[in-house]
């Protein structure tokens, strides 16, 4: 099952929440400073032994504070206009996370909205990769469930439109 939340996805009771998170993988704005404020100083130490993360590859580690036994960090493309690779770049992220969930157990995910806040990803390009990854893998990878958390609801409305296209 696919579906859209609007909130806060540190708060969601899933196995892997996903970050929308930097190279260096050590915080900073948006949903990857509420993750790492969320999950506490652990998740900040597991992360420096890690050593960084490619864009369109994803790392796994312990969830800590957060209801989420796992966070599942990706980093996506900074938009540069469209021309250089940035679709190919966004739809590996969430392929990439999706692999790290077997060998977890991983069933239930949330994704946020991967480059579409300071990396500038136009928001409807940004969500049909999104969904269109998502729905043609998910079950190939044994997830039972994908959350869309999106921060406000104007985003969950692209979100929602896109999933009913799917169906």
Known sequence: MIRVETGDITRLKVDAIVNAANSALLGGGGVDG?????????????CRTIKGCPTGEARLTRGYRLPASYVIHTVGPVWQGGGRGESRL??????????????????????????CGIYGYPKPEAVAIAVN???????????????FCCFDEAMAALYRAAISIKK
Do not use: N, W
């Open 133 to 147: 990854t998502v729905s043609a893998l998910y079950q190939t990878y044994g997830l039972e469930e994908v959350i």
């Open 34 to 46: 509420a993750i790492h404020r969320a999950a506490g100083p652990d998740l900040l130490a597991e």
């Open 90 to 115: 966004l739809e590996s992220c969430y392929r990439e996370c999706m692999k790290l969930c077997p060998a977890k157990g991983i069933q239930r995910i949330a994704f946020p909205a991967i480059s």
